[in-house]
């Protein structure tokens, strides 16, 4: 399991993405959303993982392992990104 994330100040607004990969067929890549969110006051957002992904399971580990695997690795990097923005 694999994440990377990007946070990118866009004017006034903060964009993100986060991708995972080792966890279905394919990557996916997905917009991670930011209400309101104010460079410097905002804590780091939480992920939320797609639910429709078609987690896979197989002898290197279950879908429920991988979607947790996943979900910290995803917030990780994304906690990286966010603190790279901020600085």
């Known amino acids: 399991v694999c994440a990377v994330a990007l946070v990118r100040q866009d004017g ?3 964009r993100a993405r986060v991708a995972i990969g080792g966890v279905a067929s394919r990557p996916y890549v997905w917009k991670v959303a930011m209400r309101e969110t104010v460079l410097g ?3 780091v957002p939480q992920v939320e993982l797609p639910t429709d992904l078609g ?3 197989d002898y290197l580990g279950s879908a429920d392992y991988r979607r947790e695997v996943a979900r910290v690795t995803a917030q990780r ?3 990286a990104a966010w603190e ?3 600085l």
């Open 12 to 14: 006034a607004d903060l």
């Open 41 to 43: 006051e905002t804590p």
């Open 55 to 57: 987690w896979r399971s």
């Open 77 to 79: 990097a994304l906690s």
């Open 84 to 86: 790279d923005v901020m």
